[in-house]
């Protein structure tokens, strides 16, 4: 096996499917060349959430163990992704007084502000995983980004922070403790998948990546360089094929196959007549019946959508538009429907920031996956080039802390 030092890992831990991407971290630079990867079906979750924990494992140890062939590294750490409605978004302020005796705001100062802006405000029920300061104000001076080494007495500070529920990061612990696996961050799905796919114009001007999963979308809204909002819809593709399931009256397997080869998001012109090979026997449908099943079911997802970007104050507000991720976003057409739907310009993310060439990897349900890798990799740079391998007792808020922060500033420097 090669250098363990020398590498960083993300797994995306999908409702159903898990994917494991290793980048080769370049001894100069520091760029990740991408290694090795694995994808691998993934049962024991329902709606990004775990409810068994032995499908999930087995499922990171079979995408660990194709990424590891691959590679030819033994992974033992990795950054990996959360998922679920229950994550939280909650704005919060506080303020306290600068402690030391000539008025100089340091680093504990800013961590007990933190601390400050969390306690009874997020529900003890839940772990935080990043507090994200939007500004922070010193003796009435307001858009301080960083108050460190400011002199004053009074510092106040307004964030985000994002929460998950406890016993859901528990039991993604116990997961990862029984494929081997030790964490380095914990971070939601869209948050992974936002560091792959936008630019540091789009952060600023404002953007909302929408990540189109199996059983969740997610969407993580961007402005000033900031994380303003993330939250977690529970319906995804999977939710499309039952409808189809069901509308046609056929197997799970066969609507999947109607969806991926002959789906559309927008009416289609063409033959009356979809047809699917199955065994020996070929299927037919009605053209009409499976626009109108995804067109209900798409409907439905896009007001949730809405809902979400006007609770955050974006609905039609963002400059740069939509960046999709997720394998939803390859049903065809789905950016027409997305632009109509929101009313803003819609893209299709695809991975970068990395070397190497893989297969799949520009596509969007790797999007997560190559995201995590690159917040792990930044991760190491920061320590020194030598993979981090946190402690089996470490809570999700020390081993994700500043996670969001390196992924902000790395498009500032």
Known sequence: M????????????????????????????????????????????????????????????????????????????????????HILS??????????????????????????????GKVPANREILEVIPHSYRLDGQDNIKDPVGMSGTRLEINANVISAMAPQTAALHSTLEMAKVTSNGIIPSVVAAAKAVLTEQQLENG?????????????????????????????????????????LKTD??????????????????GSEKVTIKQDKETLEFSRE?????????????????SKELKKAGRLAKLPSGVVLTGGGAKLKNIVDYTKEALGLAVRVGAASGFGGVAEHMDEPQ????????????????????HHHVGGAGKSAVSQASGIVKRLLNHFRT
């Open 207 to 247: 953007v909302a990546v929408i990540d189109m999963g199996g059983a969740t979308t997610s969407v993580a809204i961007f402005e000033e360089g900031d994380l303003q909002y993330a939250g977690v819809i529970p319906v995804g593709g999977n939710n499309i094929t039952n409808d189809l399931a069901i509308g």
């Open 289 to 305: 019946d499976v626009d109108e099943i995804i067109e209900a079911r798409l409907e439905e997802l896009f007001e949730a959508i």
């Open 2 to 85: 090669q250098d363990s030092s020398r590498y960083a890992v993300g797994i995306d831990i999908g409702t159903t499917t898990v994917r494991c991407v290793v980048g080769h971290l370049d001894a100069t630079t520091g760029t990740p060349t991408i290694v090795g990867v694995g994808e691998v079906k993934n049962s024991g979750m329902r709606k990004g959430s775990i409810v068994n924990l032995n499908g999930p494992a087995q499922a990171i140890d079979e995408a660990l163990g194709a990424a590891e062939r691959m590679s030819g590294y033994e992974v033992n750490a990795a950054s990996v992704s959360v998922n679920g409605s």
């Open 90 to 119: 909650t704005v919060t302020d506080g303020m306290v007084a600068v402690s030391s005796p000539d008025h100089v705001v340091g680093s504990d100062d800013v961590a007990r502000l933190e601390e400050v802006a969390t306690v």
């Open 366 to 385: 790797f999007a997560a996956a190559a995201g995590l890798m690159l917040l792990d990799a930044q991760g190491i740079n920061r320590q020194g080039g």
């Open 252 to 269: 799970p397997e066969v609507a999947e196959q109607v969806k991926v080869l002959h789906g559309s998001a927008t009416a289609q012109i």
